[in-house]
């Protein structure tokens, strides 16, 4: 049996075969909560080490945890830097998901960090987790190329305007245009609903698309959920467990709280 589990490998078919897939973000180091977003019915994880305070050896522990409940595992890196993407990678993680890319050259640069010969130049260890501690060395480069999923963050102004060279590149599974970085490399830091925004995912599906990329967004709430999938979003991503977390919290607590301001009334 294959460390990566079915869905991990069914993500990259499904986004080749045009379906959408969501997904969330995982910021907290803990197992548990991996195996609730797995649990509620999400299609894959996003363990963030951009953004979150993810050490590599609890992030393989966070990739076992999607295993177990059946979910892929998406790791992004902290940058375009092939050895965190190597190191990534050789734990286990499903597919790696690489920050601010902004150029064709640096597309490549993920895509050959990524793939083993003859779609790149990543370094070979047959005795990392990836490969069974070495029981699966035999082959095990091909099947690594085959299932492993790439996907780029477009942030910026320069990334839209080489969008369709990267998208050219071979061995890109998607393209994920982050609306808050996006809204400040356009002057408007946060307005991630500004008609300028919109239009710019709106055209980055349509590039993408058309070359056979799937575009990935992060959504805050339902209703941007809902803007996205009209521009046509199809690796979607919904919440970050933390805020998740938060607002459950904060929505059950006041209503507690109300509760007992009535209590004491009385």
Request: charged share 25%.
């Amino acid at each position: 049996m294959e460390v990566h589990s079915m869905k991990q490998k069914s993500l990259k078919e499904r986004l080749a075969r045009g379906e959408i897939v969501l997904g969330s973000w995982c910021v907290i180091p803990s197992p548990a909560a991996v195996e609730i977003i797995g649990y509620s019915g999400f299609d894959f994880v996003i363990i963030d080490s951009e953004h979150g305070p993810v050490a590599e050896e609890k992030a393989q522990d966070l990739v076992r945890a999607a295993e177990a409940a059946g979910i892929a595992s998406i790791y992004r890196v902290a940058g375009n830097d092939p050895s965190l993407i190597l190191r990534a990678l050789d734990i286990g993680s499903g597919g790696i998901q690489v920050p601010h890319v902004s150029t064709e050259k640096e597309a490549r640069e993920v895509v050959e960090a990524a793939k083993y010969y003859p779609g790149g130049k990543r370094g070979l260890s047959p005795f990392t987790r990836a490969a069974r501690y070495g029981l699966d060395a035999q082959g095990y480069t091909g099947r690594a190329n085959d299932r492993t999923s790439v996907v780029l963050n477009i942030e910026g102004v320069e990334g839209l305007k080489n969008l369709r060279k990267i998208v050219n590149v071979p061995d890109i599974d998607a393209v994920f245009i982050g609306p808050y970085d996006l809204s400040q490399s356009l002057g408007k830091p946060g307005q991630v609903e500004d008609r300028e925004v919109i239009s710019a995912i709106r055209q980055s599906v349509k590039i993408s698309r058309a070359r056979g990329v799937a575009c990935g967004s992060f959504a805050r709430d339902m209703r941007y959920a809902d803007i996205l999938l009209d521009c046509g979003i199809r690796y979607l991503t919904y919440m970050v467990d933390s805020a998740v977390l938060l607002n459950g919290y904060k929505t059950a607590g006041e209503s507690v709280r109300k509760m007992i301001a009535r209590a004491g009334i009385k």
